[in-house]
T-cell receptor, first 121, second 110 residues
């Protein structure tokens, strides 16, 4: 079956430009995550959705970053007025909801896409 | 979630076992040890996870010490395609986000 799909694969933006990055999770996966990965570092958490609800956005670095998942499937990460320090790979991950226990979480496995490499010039 | 400590890099000969250590001395009773790896230009890939018993699947084995303060990921017969960054992560079962560190760069050499 299809995995997590992200588009575009590469994006070059001029400083100050707005960008939108798309994530198509695995069909039926309830949980969706966005991560930012700078060169040579591990991924850093940005935000988490369960269905259409954004339950955690503590990792978003500024109010220029905005994420949405209006119908509980496809998600878009938008960055306004891009700056050079926004250059990174943006990773999306999804996970099936399998827990009937509380606290309800995304399950053991996260399935990652290959990411969008954003370069801000 | 507890923090982990891993060596920066390791080398392994092709066909030999690769043993990747991880320290997690502040792990608490309800926290699991997860391993993911990231091959160049790809997203991280789940490998295995465990609580206190040793675990094995088609990819690897996970050995957790009795006091749970450290663990070892074992790739029994490393191939060139196993060259990747390996991340050891401690997380509550069904917890929220995964918190990645810098990981261990494993280079498998022929």
């Amino acid at each position: 079956g299809a995995g997590v799909s992200q588009s575009p694969r590469y994006k070059v933006a001029k400083r100050g430009q707005d960008v939108a990055l798309r994530c198509d999770p695995i069909s039926g996966h309830v949980s969706l995550f966005w991560y930012q990965q700078a060169l040579g570092q591990g991924p850093e958490f940005l935000t988490y959705f369960q269905n259409e609800a954004q339950l955690d956005k503590s990792g978003l670095p500024s109010d220029r970053f905005f994420a949405e998942r209006p119908e509980g499937s496809v998600s878009t990460l938008k960055i306004q007025r891009t700056q050079q320090e926004d250059s990174a790979v943006y990773l999306c991950a999804s996970s099936p909801f399998i827990s009937r226990q509380k606290p309800r979480g995304p399950g053991e496995k996260l399935f990652f896409g290959s990411g969008t490499q954003l370069s801000v010039l | 979630d507890a923090k982990t400590t891993q060596p920066t890099s390791m080398d392994c000969a092709e066909g030999r076992a690769a043993n990747l250590p991880c320290n997690h001395s502040t792990i608490s009773g309800n926290e699991y040890v997860y391993w993911y790896r990231q091959i160049h230009s790809q997203g991280p890939q789940y490998i295995i996870h465990g609580l206190k018993n040793n675990e094995t699947n088609e990819m690897a084995s996970l050995i957790i010490t009795e006091d749970r303060k450290s663990s070892t990921l074992i790739l029994p017969h490393a191939t060139l395609r196993d060259t990747a960054v390996y991340y050891c992560i401690v997380r509550r079962e069904y917890g929220n986000k995964l918190v990645f560190g810098a990981g261990t760069i494993l280079r498998v050499k022929s």
